[in-house]
């Protein structure tokens, strides 16, 4: 049991958006196409967006290796849907994921219920609520 990269794709793609021109994310981080950070520098000059399948895949494999990091050991006993929740919240969060200490001790307890509480608990979910709440029943709890 790997990971369903084509629903995991597209449940990013539907929470992110996609815009052709920089803009300035729910942090003040100049973001543009799928998500994808860039520095004021950056936005200056020439963002072509041919790049931004590129940049989209760079940064889905970066999530990848961040949850799978941030997991350890758990990884191989959470389902597919879990890891793809664990993905989708390092695309989003990056190395912000490893803060959710709490909610990594509950997936090391396998505590469902837990995992779920530990993300509404959060600065993350008061400024996504929709989109933690799909993941929090991608996790498999309503």
Request: charged fraction near 35%; include cysteine; charge should be negative.
């Amino acid at each position: 049991m790997d990971i369903n990269y084509e629903r995991l794709l597209k449940s990013i793609k539907d929470h992110e958006g996609y815009r052709l021109e920089p803009y300035k994310d729910s942090e003040g981080l100049w973001t543009v196409g799928t998500g994808h950070l860039i520095d004021e520098e950056f936005k200056r000059t020439f963002c072509n967006p041919d790049n931004h399948a590129r940049w989209f895949d760079e940064d889905v494999m970066n999530a990848t290796l961040i949850a799978k990091s941030y997991a350890d050991d758990m990884w191989p006993r959470l389902t597919e849907a879990q890891r793809e929740v664990l993905i989708e919240m390092g695309f989003q969060l990056g190395n912000r994921i490893f803060k959710f200490r709490n909610m990594l001790s509950a997936i090391i307890d396998e505590d469902p219920v837990r995992v779920c509480a530990e993300m509404r608990d959060s600065l993350w979910y008061r400024q996504t609520t929709n989109r933690v709440e799909d993941l929090i029943k991608k996790w498999g709890m309503d």
